[in-house]
């Protein structure tokens, strides 16, 4: 099986893991926070990322026991997210690609959610209520095909404001996040 490195920042986290037939060798990350109430910006946020990105590829490598050479394959995250720090990420990701000669596997940041789940549970051709922010999309996998739905129906929708409140999930570390009051 070939060992892949990943690099995920289309928010306020930036991570690169390593996993090796299905199996989790590293997972450094470092998350942007800013003061309770502000949220954080697309640019300050890909400043942070560029900032980290260098410190968190070393220590997946020492983490994992690998060096370059031991890389078959590159991803990145290609979206959904905020775009300055996803091209943060790209340029990242392809200059690593280049400088180590080794193919570039963008990678859709839902799919990676679901197949992640996918790993944990054993689950065989889910179908997926995904939701995160304003991303709510339908997913059903039928091997070796994917069918995606980009709106949940309108009663899946109306439920989650009101499913929020009774749950009352800590949001953190998101800046700006309080949960429900």
Known sequence: MPVVIGFEGSAN?????????????????????????????????????????????????????????????????????????????????????????????????????????RLVTGAQNPTVLYVSGGNTQVWTQVVPCTEHYDTAPPAELICFPDLFHFLSPSSEPAPGCRGPS
């Open 13 to 117: 986290k930036i991570g690169v893991g390593i996993v090796w037939d299905g199996q989790v060798l590293s997972n450094p990350r470092r998350t942007y926070v800013t003061p309770p109430g502000q949220g954080f910006l697309p640019s300050d946020t890909a400043r942070h990322h560029r900032a980290c990105v260098l410190a968190v590829l070393q220590e997946a490598l020492q983490e994992a026991g690998l060096k370059p050479q031991d890389i078959d394959a590159v991803a990145f995250t290609k979206g959904p997210g905020m775009g300055a720090p996803l091209v943060t990420v790209a340029v990242v990701a392809r200059t690593v690609a280049q400088l180590w000669r080794k193919p570039l596997l963008g990678v859709n940041h839902c799919v990676g959610h679901i197949e992640m789940g």
